[in-house]
Protein backbone atom coordinates (compact mmCIF):
# COMPACT_ATOMS: atom_id res chain seq x y z
CA UNK A 1 0.00 0.00 0.00
CA UNK A 2 1.25 3.79 -0.83
CA UNK A 3 1.81 6.05 2.25
CA UNK A 4 -0.92 8.08 -0.02
CA UNK A 5 -3.67 5.15 0.07
CA UNK A 6 -2.15 4.55 3.93
CA UNK A 7 -3.13 8.23 4.78
CA UNK A 8 -6.49 8.34 3.32
CA UNK A 9 -7.48 5.52 4.68
CA UNK A 10 -6.66 6.41 8.08
CA UNK A 11 -8.51 10.11 7.68
CA UNK A 12 -11.58 7.58 6.14
CA UNK A 13 -11.94 5.43 9.57
CA UNK A 14 -10.71 8.73 12.04
CA UNK A 15 -14.00 10.36 9.95
CA UNK A 16 -16.10 7.26 10.96
CA UNK A 17 -14.95 7.08 14.64
CA UNK A 18 -15.31 11.17 14.79
CA UNK A 19 -19.06 11.07 13.18
CA UNK A 20 -19.52 7.67 16.14
CA UNK A 21 -18.38 10.38 18.53
CA UNK A 22 -20.63 13.11 17.05
CA UNK A 23 -23.85 10.81 17.11
CA UNK A 24 -23.25 9.73 20.76
CA UNK A 25 -22.64 13.43 21.88
CA UNK A 26 -26.60 14.48 20.33
CA UNK A 27 -27.86 10.94 21.84
CA UNK A 28 -26.60 11.60 24.94
CA UNK A 29 -27.16 15.49 25.34
CA UNK A 30 -23.67 16.35 25.66
CA UNK A 31 -23.49 18.90 22.79
CA UNK A 32 -23.71 21.64 24.88
CA UNK A 33 -21.50 20.36 27.51
CA UNK A 34 -18.87 23.55 26.73
CA UNK A 35 -21.57 25.73 27.17
CA UNK A 36 -21.33 28.25 23.87
CA UNK A 37 -17.71 29.14 23.97
CA UNK A 38 -16.32 27.53 20.49
CA UNK A 39 -13.62 25.86 20.13
CA UNK A 40 -12.45 25.59 23.74
CA UNK A 41 -14.76 24.73 26.48
CA UNK A 42 -16.09 27.61 29.27
CA UNK A 43 -14.50 27.56 32.28
CA UNK A 44 -12.70 24.38 31.21
CA UNK A 45 -8.59 23.74 32.52
CA UNK A 46 -5.56 25.65 31.05
CA UNK A 47 -8.22 28.28 29.79
CA UNK A 48 -10.64 26.01 28.39
CA UNK A 49 -8.38 23.56 26.24
CA UNK A 50 -9.41 20.93 28.84
CA UNK A 51 -12.58 19.90 30.35
CA UNK A 52 -13.44 20.24 33.98
CA UNK A 53 -14.27 16.26 35.17
CA UNK A 54 -17.91 16.70 33.97
CA UNK A 55 -19.55 13.59 31.58
CA UNK A 56 -20.88 16.33 29.02
CA UNK A 57 -18.37 18.68 29.44
CA UNK A 58 -15.40 15.86 28.48
CA UNK A 59 -17.56 13.92 25.75
CA UNK A 60 -17.99 17.32 24.06
CA UNK A 61 -14.06 18.27 24.38
CA UNK A 62 -13.36 14.69 23.07
CA UNK A 63 -15.70 15.45 19.76
CA UNK A 64 -14.13 18.67 19.19
CA UNK A 65 -10.75 17.56 19.56
CA UNK A 66 -11.28 14.70 17.43
CA UNK A 67 -12.84 16.54 14.89
CA UNK A 68 -9.08 19.16 14.79
CA UNK A 69 -7.40 15.77 13.94
CA UNK A 70 -9.53 14.59 11.23
CA UNK A 71 -9.17 18.45 9.81
CA UNK A 72 -5.28 17.74 10.09
CA UNK A 73 -5.69 14.34 8.37
CA UNK A 74 -7.61 15.27 5.38
CA UNK A 75 -5.54 18.61 4.61
CA UNK A 76 -2.05 16.16 4.72
CA UNK A 77 -3.95 13.71 2.61
CA UNK A 78 -4.65 16.60 0.07
CA UNK A 79 -1.38 17.29 0.50
CA UNK A 80 -0.09 14.12 -0.09
CA UNK A 81 -2.14 13.76 -2.97
CA UNK A 82 -0.47 16.68 -4.57
CA UNK A 83 2.83 15.62 -4.10
CA UNK A 84 2.69 12.01 -5.31
CA UNK A 85 -0.64 11.59 -7.85
CA UNK A 86 -0.30 14.91 -9.38
CA UNK A 87 -1.49 13.61 -12.99
CA UNK A 88 -4.81 12.22 -11.40
CA UNK A 89 -7.11 15.37 -11.53
CA UNK A 90 -10.13 13.46 -10.08
CA UNK A 91 -8.21 12.66 -6.83
CA UNK A 92 -6.91 16.09 -6.62
CA UNK A 93 -10.03 18.03 -7.32
CA UNK A 94 -11.78 15.97 -4.70
CA UNK A 95 -9.54 16.31 -2.40
CA UNK A 96 -9.68 19.49 -2.31
CA UNK A 97 -13.70 19.65 -1.96
CA UNK A 98 -13.02 17.52 1.58
CA UNK A 99 -10.76 20.44 2.66
CA UNK A 100 -13.01 22.84 1.93
CA UNK A 101 -16.09 20.47 3.36
CA UNK A 102 -13.88 20.20 6.56
CA UNK A 103 -13.77 23.75 6.81
CA UNK A 104 -17.28 24.29 6.26
CA UNK A 105 -18.35 21.43 8.55
CA UNK A 106 -16.10 23.44 11.61
CA UNK A 107 -17.98 26.74 10.77
CA UNK A 108 -21.24 25.22 11.05
CA UNK A 109 -20.09 23.60 14.27
CA UNK A 110 -19.77 26.58 15.45
CA UNK A 111 -22.70 27.48 14.69
CA UNK A 112 -24.46 24.65 15.61
CA UNK A 113 -23.21 25.58 19.49
CA UNK A 114 -23.82 29.57 18.57
CA UNK A 115 -27.66 28.90 17.96
CA UNK A 116 -28.22 26.27 21.55
CA UNK A 117 -28.23 23.43 19.19
CA UNK A 118 -30.74 24.25 16.42
CA UNK A 119 -32.02 20.96 14.89
CA UNK A 120 -31.70 22.44 11.16
CA UNK A 121 -28.16 23.50 11.69
CA UNK A 122 -27.29 20.13 13.52
CA UNK A 123 -29.15 18.52 10.46
CA UNK A 124 -27.09 20.31 7.80
CA UNK A 125 -23.99 19.89 10.15
CA UNK A 126 -24.66 15.85 9.83
CA UNK A 127 -25.70 15.77 5.89
CA UNK A 128 -22.07 17.87 5.93
CA UNK A 129 -20.04 14.82 7.69
CA UNK A 130 -21.39 12.58 5.15
CA UNK A 131 -20.35 14.39 2.00
CA UNK A 132 -16.85 14.27 3.92
CA UNK A 133 -16.62 10.97 4.30
CA UNK A 134 -18.16 9.79 0.83
CA UNK A 135 -15.24 11.90 -0.64
CA UNK A 136 -12.78 10.37 1.69
CA UNK A 137 -14.05 6.99 0.56
CA UNK A 138 -13.73 8.03 -3.49
CA UNK A 139 -10.45 8.99 -2.63
CA UNK A 140 -9.36 6.09 -0.88
CA UNK A 141 -10.56 3.77 -4.03
CA UNK A 142 -8.88 6.14 -6.33
CA UNK A 143 -5.22 5.99 -4.75
CA UNK A 144 -5.51 2.60 -4.56
CA UNK A 145 -2.75 0.91 -7.07
CA UNK A 146 -4.84 -2.08 -8.33
CA UNK A 147 -6.55 -1.37 -11.98
CA UNK A 148 -8.73 -4.00 -13.36
CA UNK A 149 -8.04 -3.46 -16.96
CA UNK A 150 -10.87 -6.97 -17.67
CA UNK A 151 -14.06 -4.53 -17.08
CA UNK A 152 -16.37 -4.04 -19.90
CA UNK A 153 -17.09 -0.37 -20.62
CA UNK A 154 -20.59 -0.51 -20.92
CA UNK A 155 -20.93 -3.15 -18.32
CA UNK A 156 -19.11 -0.80 -16.09
CA UNK A 157 -20.85 2.31 -16.53
CA UNK A 158 -24.59 0.82 -15.90
CA UNK A 159 -23.58 -1.18 -12.46
CA UNK A 160 -22.16 1.53 -11.37
CA UNK A 161 -25.15 3.82 -11.85
CA UNK A 162 -27.04 1.60 -10.08
CA UNK A 163 -24.78 1.17 -7.19
CA UNK A 164 -24.86 5.29 -6.90
CA UNK A 165 -28.93 4.97 -7.22
CA UNK A 166 -28.47 2.60 -3.58
CA UNK A 167 -25.79 4.96 -2.35
CA UNK A 168 -27.85 8.17 -2.54
CA UNK A 169 -31.10 6.53 -1.34
CA UNK A 170 -29.02 5.35 1.60
CA UNK A 171 -27.48 8.96 2.21
CA UNK A 172 -31.56 10.43 2.20
CA UNK A 173 -32.84 7.45 4.47
CA UNK A 174 -30.11 8.56 6.88
CA UNK A 175 -30.86 12.06 6.77
CA UNK A 176 -34.92 11.01 7.30
CA UNK A 177 -33.74 9.49 10.21
CA UNK A 178 -31.65 11.93 11.62
CA UNK A 179 -34.51 14.72 11.49
CA UNK A 180 -36.50 12.95 13.75
CA UNK A 181 -34.08 10.75 15.87
CA UNK A 182 -35.12 11.88 19.12
CA UNK A 183 -38.36 11.72 19.00
CA UNK A 184 -40.52 8.23 19.54
CA UNK A 185 -43.09 6.36 17.67
CA UNK A 186 -44.54 3.33 19.14
CA UNK A 187 -45.05 0.71 16.95
CA UNK A 188 -42.09 -1.50 14.96
CA UNK A 189 -42.53 -2.08 11.79
CA UNK A 190 -45.30 0.37 11.74
CA UNK A 191 -45.27 3.85 13.24
CA UNK A 192 -48.20 4.40 16.05
CA UNK A 193 -48.77 0.51 15.19
CA UNK A 194 -51.00 2.25 12.25
CA UNK A 195 -50.89 0.83 8.71
CA UNK A 196 -51.53 4.61 7.47
CA UNK A 197 -51.09 6.52 10.36
CA UNK A 198 -52.32 10.21 11.03
CA UNK A 199 -49.42 12.52 9.12
CA UNK A 200 -50.64 16.14 10.13
CA UNK A 201 -47.62 16.22 12.02
CA UNK A 202 -44.33 17.07 10.22
CA UNK A 203 -42.30 14.84 12.40
CA UNK A 204 -44.87 11.78 11.97
CA UNK A 205 -44.90 12.40 8.06
CA UNK A 206 -41.21 12.39 7.98
CA UNK A 207 -40.92 9.10 10.10
CA UNK A 208 -43.78 7.37 7.69
CA UNK A 209 -41.22 8.47 5.23
CA UNK A 210 -38.26 6.88 6.76
CA UNK A 211 -39.39 3.54 7.69
CA UNK A 212 -41.58 2.98 4.43
CA UNK A 213 -37.98 4.24 2.55
CA UNK A 214 -35.95 1.38 4.90
CA UNK A 215 -38.60 -1.50 3.26
CA UNK A 216 -38.10 -0.48 0.04
CA UNK A 217 -34.19 -0.36 0.85
CA UNK A 218 -34.35 -3.77 1.57
CA UNK A 219 -35.93 -4.98 -1.54
CA UNK A 220 -33.07 -2.93 -3.56
CA UNK A 221 -30.02 -3.83 -1.38
CA UNK A 222 -30.97 -7.93 -2.17
CA UNK A 223 -31.50 -6.29 -5.95
CA UNK A 224 -27.85 -5.31 -5.90
CA UNK A 225 -26.03 -8.14 -4.32
CA UNK A 226 -27.95 -10.89 -6.84
CA UNK A 227 -26.44 -8.52 -9.36
CA UNK A 228 -23.32 -8.33 -8.19
CA UNK A 229 -23.52 -12.12 -9.28
CA UNK A 230 -25.34 -12.12 -12.14
CA UNK A 231 -22.68 -9.65 -13.62
CA UNK A 232 -19.36 -11.93 -12.19
CA UNK A 233 -18.19 -8.50 -10.59
CA UNK A 234 -14.61 -8.47 -9.09
CA UNK A 235 -14.28 -10.32 -5.88
CA UNK A 236 -13.50 -7.50 -3.93
CA UNK A 237 -16.41 -5.46 -5.46
CA UNK A 238 -18.73 -8.09 -4.77
CA UNK A 239 -17.33 -8.23 -0.96
CA UNK A 240 -17.99 -3.90 -0.64
CA UNK A 241 -21.80 -4.93 -1.59
CA UNK A 242 -22.19 -8.12 0.55
CA UNK A 243 -20.74 -5.71 3.50
CA UNK A 244 -23.21 -3.17 2.74
CA UNK A 245 -25.95 -5.70 2.55
CA UNK A 246 -24.66 -6.95 6.13
CA UNK A 247 -24.91 -3.63 7.46
CA UNK A 248 -28.17 -2.56 6.37
CA UNK A 249 -29.54 -5.67 7.75
CA UNK A 250 -28.59 -5.05 11.36
CA UNK A 251 -29.17 -1.36 10.93
CA UNK A 252 -32.86 -2.57 10.53
CA UNK A 253 -32.77 -4.45 13.66
CA UNK A 254 -30.97 -1.56 15.34
CA UNK A 255 -33.78 0.42 14.24
CA UNK A 256 -36.44 -1.98 15.75
CA UNK A 257 -34.33 -1.67 18.88
CA UNK A 258 -33.80 2.26 19.01
CA UNK A 259 -38.44 2.01 19.14
CA UNK A 260 -38.29 -0.93 21.11
CA UNK A 261 -36.20 1.15 24.16
CA UNK A 262 -38.24 4.73 23.73
CA UNK A 263 -35.12 6.40 21.86
CA UNK A 264 -33.58 6.42 25.44
CA UNK A 265 -29.95 4.49 24.40
CA UNK A 266 -27.30 6.62 23.58
CA UNK A 267 -25.44 3.31 22.69
CA UNK A 268 -28.21 2.73 20.39
CA UNK A 269 -28.38 6.33 19.03
CA UNK A 270 -24.55 5.65 18.22
CA UNK A 271 -25.07 2.37 16.60
CA UNK A 272 -27.68 3.13 14.52
CA UNK A 273 -25.83 6.30 13.19
CA UNK A 274 -22.44 4.46 12.13
CA UNK A 275 -24.68 1.65 10.73
CA UNK A 276 -26.22 3.86 8.35
CA UNK A 277 -22.82 5.65 7.50
CA UNK A 278 -21.30 2.00 6.95
CA UNK A 279 -23.98 1.53 4.34
CA UNK A 280 -23.64 4.98 2.63
CA UNK A 281 -19.71 4.22 2.37
CA UNK A 282 -19.76 0.82 1.36
CA UNK A 283 -21.74 1.84 -1.38
CA UNK A 284 -19.78 4.71 -2.42
CA UNK A 285 -16.60 2.78 -2.52
CA UNK A 286 -18.34 0.20 -4.64
CA UNK A 287 -19.66 2.70 -7.43
CA UNK A 288 -16.18 4.07 -7.26
CA UNK A 289 -14.81 0.87 -7.71
CA UNK A 290 -17.28 0.30 -10.68
CA UNK A 291 -16.78 3.56 -12.04
CA UNK A 292 -13.20 3.44 -12.29
CA UNK A 293 -12.43 -0.13 -12.69
CA UNK A 294 -10.56 -0.43 -9.57
CA UNK A 295 -9.61 -2.88 -6.96
CA UNK A 296 -8.43 -2.20 -3.72
CA UNK A 297 -5.20 -3.74 -2.27
CA UNK A 298 -5.31 -5.66 0.38
CA UNK A 299 -1.53 -4.69 1.79
Known amino acids: ?22 GFTRGSGSGYGCSDRWPLCEDGLLGGLLPRGEYHMVVEWLHRWVAAIVGILILSTAISIRKNFRNNQTALKLSFAAVVAVVVQALIGRGVVKADLDSDLVAIHLAISMV ?4 LAVIAVLVSTNK ?12 SRLLALGAFGSYALLLLGAYVHNRYFSGWPLVNNQLKPDMSDQYTFVHY ?4 AAGLGIIYIAYLVSNTIKRHRPKNERLIVYLAAIAYGINVLLGAVHVFTEVSSSAVVTAHLLGACAVWVLLIASTSMARFGITLSKN
Open 132 to 135: VIAL
Open 148 to 159: NENLKATDTTGW
Open 209 to 212: LHRF
Open 1 to 22: MNSTNRLARISLLTTFVLIGIG
